[in-house]
């Protein structure tokens, strides 16, 4: 495929993620999916995405030199992980119950709730 025959253009995504580079069709896992490639930036190399329909919002037409002016103000990361910090069952178990506490407290205020009691104690 030659870039006379790309479509460039911005996609906008859920959770306000806007991607912009070459735009094409895609068949992956059998479903239709729209394919992004995504050319270099300063900060990152050229990659592709691709994103099911119920992910896109917009996708907007543009020539090449706009989606790669996009792509670089956007500075999409290729990969982007979530990694939350890992705590023990403990204190898991720890916090609920704290939580608990402070809930029990705030809806029963003219009961003395003593961090002895349990949850199955309080009157409904």
Do not use: W
């Not at 982007?80 to 506490?101: F, G, Q, R």
Request: net charge negative.
């Amino acid at each position: 495929m030659t870039s006379e025959e790309l479509q460039f253009g911005i996609v906008e995504l859920m959770g306000h993620k806007v991607i912009a580079g070459a735009i094409s069709k895609s068949e992956l896992l059998g479903s239709p999916m729209l394919r992004v490639d995504v050319p270099e930036t300063k900060d990152f190399p050229k990659f592709t995405q691709f994103y099911g329909d119920g992910s896109i919002y917009c996708v907007t037409f543009t020539s090449e030199d706009v989606a790669k002016t996009v792509a670089e103000r956007a500075q999409v990361d290729p990969v982007a992980i979530y990694c939350p910090d890992l705590i023990t069952v403990e204190k898991h178990n720890e916090v609920v119950d704290s939580l608990k506490d402070t809930i029990n407290k705030l809806r029963f205020p003219a009961l003395n709730v003593g961090d002895n009691t349990r949850e199955d104690d309080l009157p409904v």
